[in-house]
């Protein structure tokens, strides 16, 4: 039993400082919980029901949303059954299972993203060879891609997180991370198989992250010498570079503060800066591409006009 952890219950004491005002916090927190469902669900909806939108383009937007949604239910639910407990735990299991869903899904993230830029490259750069490149199997293919690269990444990060033996069980955090349980670890356990899956995951997305910046080198360059194509840059390429943007803007925030913030700062401002990437992207992504891209834009003003027009009972 040497390698096996006897901690079997977490306490998350990032939540301490706002149980003043928990009753305020739930409240706004459940009705935003609510704003992030809706605005996914109702995207979601809209490119499944309609077949127009049953494009390559479309149908990676709608793992997009999934993908928030999937990162969002890892999280707001359990923390605001905390705000309503006096004590704020949460099992070993339940917490490598939520770490397990906040790294995949900031990682599913970034491959999707990946995914969009090259679907936008060959439709802008190729567009002649797009729907032979494009076909059904290769956006399946790439779909699974985007899912399937993160959760076994991580599946392995998590399961050797599970093999250490913890000498700790607080994390002064709102959620599980997978770091801070490898901080608990006890001095005398080796964690460099840790340390080279955390290294190899980083090479994965940053090789990413390479691959998008080489996709919109090719795009600027080719939308340069033509006004059509700068129309549909404008029309599909600006909503994904403003989510990539927004994306990387509060990763590199999240991750600078990690390696160089202060402990000093207040708890209240140290969780915020936490949950950003749960705070901002899921919301701000489903708008702009809904008010953004023309079909989904007029499918939803479809949709409030035929409803305005309905006949009252």
């Not at 599913?108 to 990946?114: H, Q």
């Not at 913890?166 to 001095?187: E, T």
């Not at 599909?236 to 990763?251: E, Q």
Request: charged share 15%; glycine share 4%; aromatic share 14%.
């Amino acid at each position: 039993m040497d390698n096996v952890s006897v901690v079997r219950i977490f306490t998350l004491s990032g939540i301490n400082e706002t149980m003043n005002y928990r009753l305020t916090i739930f409240s706004l927190t459940l009705l935003y919980y609510c704003v992030i469902l809706f605005v996914n669900i109702s995207l979601i909806a809209i490119i499944i029901l309609d077949e127009n939108l049953h494009e390559p383009m479309y149908i990676l937007l709608c793992n997009f949303c999934i993908n928030g949604l999937y990162g969002t239910i890892g999280f707001y639910p359990k923390f605001l059954l905390d705000l309503l407990s006096s004590s704020q735990e949460i099992s070993y299991s339940g917490c490598l299972f939520q770490a397990f869903i906040m790294y995949s899904f900031a990682c599913a993230d970034l491959s999707i993203l990946a995914v969009m830029a090259y679907d936008r490259y060959l439709a802008i750069c190729r567009p002649l060879h797009y729907h032979s490149f494009m076909t059904k199997r290769r956006l399946s293919q790439l779909v699974c891609f985007s899912w399937f690269t993160p959760f076994c990444v991580f599946s392995i990060s998590i399961l050797l997180t599970s093999r250490l033996r913890l000498c700790g069980s607080n994390i002064q955090k709102l959620f599980c991370v997978n770091w801070v349980i490898v901080k608990l670890a006890c001095s005398d356990v080796d964690t460099v198989p840790n340390d080279v899956i955390s290294y190899a995951t980083i090479f994965i997305y940053v090789s990413h992250g390479f691959f998008i910046v080489w996709t919109y080198i090719h795009l600027v360059k080719k939308c340069a010498r033509s006004k059509e194509d700068r129309v549909k840059f404008m029309q599909t390429c600006v909503p994904h570079l403003i989510s990539l943007i927004t994306f990387l803007v509060v990763i590199v925030f999240d991750l600078m503060y990690k390696r160089f913030g202060s402990t000093d700062l207040p708890q209240s401002l140290q969780n915020f800066i936490a949950i950003e990437f749960l705070l901002i992207p899921p919301v701000m992504n489903p708008l702009i591409y809904g008010f953004k891209l023309t079909k989904i834009r007029n499918r939803i003003l479809g949709l409030v006009y035929i409803k305005g027009k309905s006949p009252v009972p």
